[in-house]
């Protein structure tokens, strides 16, 4: 890239955040609107002051113009965190805004993410660490809010949700201890899965979940809560409503980055054949190709996941032995978001499509198993935990680029058969559940293909 093209990538690094958070923010009085959520600010409120376990949805939770809205707060506030740091622009800061995007549908909010956030400022100041090199590490932090909504309005206390003085201090606590764990944690686990889970933070934190899970819970003989139990008959009255809308804002989201994409990059799609050829195994878009074109991946891509979530929504209904999945809840517009998290720094359709089949397959083997022995089949590929584990799993890609397609297949094929399991091992409180999820498979997956001494057939990027 010529020095021009340079300076326009690492700013667009910065503005393509920040006009997908307006996005939300203009899309927030159309969705009220739409659904006539007229209680907007009570659902506002209900959202900030809930405890939000894996999975809660915030559509029902709240509201479509509510998530909207904490989606566009949080979001600009990252964008003002990220402008203020002086952030270097690279791909990974736009994975960790896309991450804090992503689970503002279904966990995330703008109180219980600041006290995770703010422990790795602290940590930055005692050990002398710039911020500006750790503000991904600062917004991959927040995955443990769910602990600080809980800290803050259930753990320990009455059965009505309350706040007090005592919960406020341990979140704060808990929050800034997370601060000094997650940077010592964050080289080792990659280690162990070296590099093969582009989502490379879920492994350290899940494993950091399952402790702090463990101490607040069975250590202590607290009882472990449930999920938050959500009775909104205005979103039950619109299931197809949300599926309408959210297809729409996709597309038109899709549509202008592409158009932007395109724009900057000459007007051409050049470069984009030999990016689908990367193995994404250790290469940030962004330095080698340029923001331009890592825009028009993110459409590319994104088109094809909505494709995908549209295909398996209608799947119960084409075959009525399966059972009913979901749609358009929170927690799935959500994991588009997740999905598209590397999508300038590893992630493609080509290296991410035998993922995807690893899931079907697995599927598929459970289907023929339950019709031979005459069992119930127990979930569909749009069951909410599926769809989740799958939008995570896909940064198990790196091993579909360089080992092929059968292991890329593989690995979804073993990631999709724990993904059910995992959150129990942290009670729900980890929201990059997926991500920890592949980094176990990658775990599992790679040393076997070493002691088999199977090579990878694609050499690393260059």
Known sequence: ??????????????????????FFLAATPIAVLYTREWDFFENLLRILTSPSKLVTDYFALGGLGSTLFNAAVCGLFANLIVYISRAKAHAT????????????????????????????????????????????IAFF???????V?????RYAMTPALQVNWVGVVLALICGLAIGFVI???????????????????????????????????????????????????????????????????????????????????KKSLRGYRELLHCTGYGLDFTDKFGMPLCMINIAVYGFAILAYLNLIFI???????????????????GIVFAALTFAADGQHPKNVFPIVIGYVTLFATVVVICLVANFDIPWTLSTQAYI???????????????????????????????????TRMH????????????????????????????????????
């Open 388 to 422: 989740n584990g799958l939008a995570f799993a896909t940064g198990l890609c790196p091993i579909a680029g360089k080992y092929g397609f059968r292991y890329g297949v593989l690995a979804g094929f073993m990631s999709a058969v724990i993904c059910t399991v995992t």
């Open 93 to 136: 800061v736009l994975a960790g805004y896309m991450l804090i995007v992503a689970h503002c549908f279904y966990g995330l909010n703008f109180l219980n993410m600041w006290p995770p956030f703010f422990g790795i400022l602290l940590y930055c100041g005692v050990m002398k660490k710039k911020i500006s090199e750790n503000i991904h």
């Open 315 to 333: 799947l119960p209904s084409v075959f009525p032995q399966l059972p009913l999945g979901v749609g358009f809840t929170g927690a799935t517009a």
């Open 183 to 265: 940077p010592a944690l964050l080289p080792g686990t990659t280690a162990m899965h070296r590099g093969y889970n582009l989502y490379k933070a879920g492994l350290a934190i899940g494993i950091l979940g399952i402790f702090i899970n463990a101490f607040m819970y069975s250590t202590l003989g607290v009882e472990e809560p449930a999920n938050t139990l959500i009775v909104n008959p205005a979103y039950d009255a619109l299931p197809y409503g949300y599926r309408a809308f959210m297809n729409v804002f996709f597309a038109l989201l899709f549509t202008a980055t592409l158009a932007a994409g395109f724009l900057f990059n």
């Open 1 to 22: 890239m010529s020095e021009q093209e340079i300076k326009i990538s690492r700013r667009l690094i910065y503005v393509y955040p920040l006009f997908v958070s307006l």
């Open 141 to 147: 932090a927040t995955a443990l809010a769910p602990f």
């Open 427 to 462: 009670g729900g409180f980890v929201l990059y559940n997926g991500g920890f999820n592949a980094g176990l498979t990658a775990l599992v997956l790679i040393p076997v293909l070493d002691f088999y001494r199977i090579s990878p057939v694609r050499e690393d990027d260059l």
């Open 149 to 153: 909504s809980e800290l803050f309005f």
